[in-house]
C-alpha cells in the first residue's frame, strides 16, 4: 500500500512540477495521457530508488565540499533521465535543459516533503517530528 502511495506522490509532485515549471512538459492529449503519465511517475519512483543511492555513494565527496548542494545537481541530472527515458519509449515528458531539470527538482522535492507530510506515509513515514 505504502508502494501506491508514493507512487501517487511522485505523480502528483511531477503534475505540479510540469505545470509551474517552463520548458518541463507533458502531452496531456491523447486519451491515455494520465496512464503514461503514471508510468513516467512510475520510472521516476524507479530511478529515485535504485540508481539515486548509488550516486549518491559515488558522489559523497563532492556532495560535503558542496555542504549537500550537488544533491539538487544530482536529483536534476536524474530527471534528465527520467526525461530522455521518457522520450526513448514515446511517454511524452520533455525536459527541454538543465534550468528547467534543476527548478523541476527543487519543485518535486518540495511537493513531496510536503505530500509525504500530510499524508504521513511514504517516504518520510515515522519521521515527522
Known amino acids: 500500500m ?9 505523480a502528483a509532485a511531477l503534475y505540479v512540477a510540469v505545470f509551474l515549471v517552463p520548458n518541463l512538459d507533458f502531452e496531456f492529449g491523447p486519451p491515455d495521457a494520465w496512464w503514461k503519465f503514471l508510468l513516467v511517475a512510475l520510472i521516476f519512483g524507479m530511478v529515485n530508488t ?22 539538487l545537481i544530482l ?13 526513448e519509449l514515446n511517454l511524452g515528458l520533455t525536459v527541454s535543459d538543465f534550468l528547467a531539470a534543476l527548478l523541476g527538482a527543487i519543485v518535486i522535492s518540495i511537493v513531496g516533503f510536503l505530500l509525504s507530510m500530510v499524508i504521513g506515509t511514504g517516504r518520510m513515514a515515522g519521521k515527522a517530528f
Open 75 to 87: 536529483n536534476a541530472l536524474l530527471l534528465l533521465l527520467v526525461g530522455a527515458i521518457s522520450a
Open 50 to 71: 535504485f540508481l539515486k543511492p548509488i550516486l549518491r555513494i559515488l558522489t559523497l565527496p563532492i556532495t560535503l565540499m558542496t555542504m549537500g548542494l550537488f544533491l
Open 2 to 10: 505504502d508502494r501506491i502511495v508514493q507512487l501517487l506522490i511522485n
